[in-house]
């Protein structure tokens, strides 16, 4: 029996997903798609990624019972901590793990998207550890709002090249993205940063991601003697750290899907980014999912204050869970989030990226019981965040 | 039989196609532009619907679909003004988009509305071409619109044949792997890789596009496919230009003489 | 057989250490003397600590083989990632290890001194984590340029008061928050960021810390299949980096420690924090050590770009391992850290802090064979010194 | 007999000690202080030797030491103005400071030199009272010098008797538990601390200070020891005076009256 929620041979996941790309990015995307299964199987493979992992990344990381926040919200919340990874989220597992594609296919030239600069800062890392030349696309108005990461791309020899068109985000940043894949055909892997784009990046990048769930199994087991939890919340921009902690318990549906979306200044305020409820279905970046879009099929430019969840659409595997109501979605306006962020900083002393924070919302609106396992995906730090902290809040 | 059809039927040799973006420099500019291509000599015209995330396009065609969109320009009001043109105006035209376009109007509403508007062929370069052929066809053929699919230097030989077969219009070649708007000339090893491709789909129709900016490199291109197609060349010469018509005009000369 | 490098009943290591304290801090400074070693002996501190390290911290900090920087040093050189522990640096095994001390000695205020404000953050940390009042000290030129860290105890709820005397840095810091213990003798809990002050500091801070070398010893028998290195690379501002690194190896004479302070801008230009080269026999913060004083016994400003290594003092175990010429200390300027910071941003992708950077200098300078196991200890990250780093490289 | 252990002989209430920093608010101001604090009827002279880092010290003091630095005060200096004040001046003098100062001094070049020069008696804040036992008794002893250790609500009972019996010059209360420079008033739990300290040390002389600032603190404190010492009030009372003997006398006076 095929597994209800991977993908297929085709690339989809139900009605989602599949490959929607021009001619130009034909070549390198069924490249992949012929070769990543295959790669990312191999035992060479297998041990130069788990080694880098443990010994570069950090991994595992923890599974914090989080004490407080479960005395304040009345249940067992355990925070699965992405923040600790090297450079401070999640986006690191996927980065490594593409770097070591990248190089078995003999790339010598790495490009990359990035929103909040986190995965522009994975990337340039790893390409500073295999030595490779790395560009990297970022939204103009992301470049100035995560200023920090910045820094930290250009200090790891990253060129970060200003995206300047539509709303200078990370859509913007990735459009850019694929057209300079385009217009390097052979020497070029594009590390995309998110389960988005078109098939088999959804999978591959939530298959590099899945590391999460696989040690949430154990951890859960050994902290709880059972080894799935009741509830995963995780926040979502393209979906890759909630695919990654949702992975192993596809197929469990005792686990229950929380996703906190980006409802910007509010659902109705036309300043949104909340895809799932605002969205319909169409192609964005390559793949068939749900969108924000006009009648007319014009992509509509969202809006967040936290730069990585501030896109239009979400990957095909979301689209799906939503679709199959396997996920439940909850908007989150930048103000409820904020204040996540300062309850988390204040409550057990862990300063969340403003994605992160997000997921923390869910807290506050969703139901528990006592006994209820809830494990929250704590998808990044806030280092990048502190000035959007220190003016929201007055520090 | 489709107009495309015709031009290669009647037309062996540097065929000229020119794209531009509908709704730009002006919301309804399309309706002066398209009459001067024709009267100048132009063979084919390609109309861009302007897309708020153009993908494969270069920064002369983003920055027109940004205008066009900010002019208001929507595919109720593209299909309104080509029906009005063609009670006058007979040159094949073809709609250039994305899939995602087609999508949201209804893939079946939109075959019929172009049409029945008087378009003669699609071009989407982000439909992938097993979905034409599993699910979409059909439905081509019924609206006697005509399809061209592209090809380009990393294209597998087999995956050209195949493009070719399911070209229906005709086998756009791009002239070598970028984003629309590059301006380099033709190298020799793409001219291996012409002639490979011609040697590969016999006698389908073909187009070299992508770089084609000025009479020498139509003229080149002409030499290794019934003819080439500009776009970013053309709309960049429309630029700042008052008489729209006599632009289009100057334009075509410039390229044909 | 006593060791020859450990504390001794009076609080001595040779003839460095003791607590000159005036009376109004005696109470306090022989409350924890009396007490810090049968409670962190007994079980339950234990299994606290232990636990909060793995799943808070995200202990075991990876030992890392450089590859990279072994063939550009011609050796087998590994990193100590401390820089991955939650907060950013070693600091927070010491702060985790105090505020239970803290709480078991009933204490409901805790202050802090703060250089280059990791300290303080991790100290602000521990203080959201357990719910307790926390202020800051911090030098008020360290405030303005490690600004990150100051939004970021701030988040977290801490205080942070400005030190205005002396060359307003880590020092004068640290006078400041002796004089906070001073006025608030009975509810306060002084934790000291490094291995200074009076007696039991010293020791208590490097137990703590030796959690790096403890898990060292069998990563690198993992790794090397033995279960020491030939040499340990660390920087030095008070020295509890070092002393983690050290502790388990100091009575392992095949282990070579070298240790990096801090020489500015030059040891004879007069702006250095080049204790063990400028300094001589003093009290400083109520331990005899080595200490940079004029003749008359007043205590000279220090200068380093790196707040955290900005400091006149040195630790007395340091002290003493230096007098045995048991550790050699390698002087550092400003500009050959830049470059080391920069040197390993691109050689392995890691953004190490300022005062971490000193250590990797050391790298240019020693001997080393082919098959020396070095091991770097990378005590933190570098995301408080971007500013810094943006500047000097113009970014 | 030293000249402390004489007032305290001669004088059995309300004996005022006051303090102030060397070197403050001009390089020699001592020379004028010293003689005016006299002649208005202070009992005891405590020297401030300016220090980078007095940990003890609050605002006041710390502030009075930093301009004594700036002015040049030195050791060797500080021991040269004394001397000469010791030709016409008999009052007691004791020095306070920290103990690096007297580290890098040499500890018996200190105690000798500060001997000859004319001190009575040191306060060291943060010498142990175990090293002064062990290391420093006898040299304070040949050189006919007084100590006195500090005392405060912290202290145990036996740790009060210990600091009595080594406190040859007078056991130092602290009021409360603070650096110098506080200004509250004496509360309940002080008087209890006070007669505390005073049923211990049977008839060790003492002094109370940090936070005697005006007569009538003065005179409280009075009542549970012989006396009391005030520091930062006075040197805030020199602040911007600029007749330095009629300040000293006019603060003496509002002390006494
Ligand atoms: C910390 C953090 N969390 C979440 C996200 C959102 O990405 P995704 O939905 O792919 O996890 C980002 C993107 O930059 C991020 O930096
Ligand atoms: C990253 C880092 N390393 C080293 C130090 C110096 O402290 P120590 O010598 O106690 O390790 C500091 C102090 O702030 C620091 O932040």
Redesign the pocket.
Known sequence: MRDKYSVDDNGYYGKFGGAYVPEMLHHNISELQEKYLSITHSNKFKKDFSQLLKDYVGRPSPLFFANNLSQKYNAKIYLKR??LNHT????INNTIGQILLAKELNKKRIIAE??????GVATATVCALMDLECIVYMGAIDIERQAANVSRMKMLGAEVRPALSGSKTLKDATNEAIRDWINHPKDTHYII????GPHPYPDMVARFQSVISEEMQYQLEEQTGRNFPDFIL??????????GAFFHFLENESVQFYLAEAAGKGIDSGHSAATSILGSEGIIHGAKTLLMQTDDGQIIEPYSIS???DYPGI?PLHAHLIDQKRATVFPVTDTQALNSALMLTRTEGIIP?L??AHAFSILDVMDVEPDSVVVVNV???GD?DLPTYKNHFNF | MNRINAVFKSKKESILNIYFTAGHPKLDSLLEIIPALEEAGTDIIEIGMPYSDPLADGETIQASSEIALKNGMELNLLFKQITKLRQTNKIPLILMGYYNQVLQYGVDKFLKDAASAGIDGLIIPDLPMQEYETQLKEKFIKNNLGISFLVTPQTSDTRIKKAAALSSAFLYIISSSSITGTTSNIADGQITYYNKVRSLISNTPSLIGFGIHNSSSFKKASLYADGAIIGSAFIRHLEGKKNLRSACKEFVQSILS
């Open positions: 992405e923040d401070g989220s999640h986006k990035t929103g909040a600069g986190q995965h940063g998110s389960v988005v995780a926040c979502v921009g393209g979906g890759s750290n909630a695919a730069a990585g969840l990957g990226a994605e992160t998808s990044g730090r990048k």
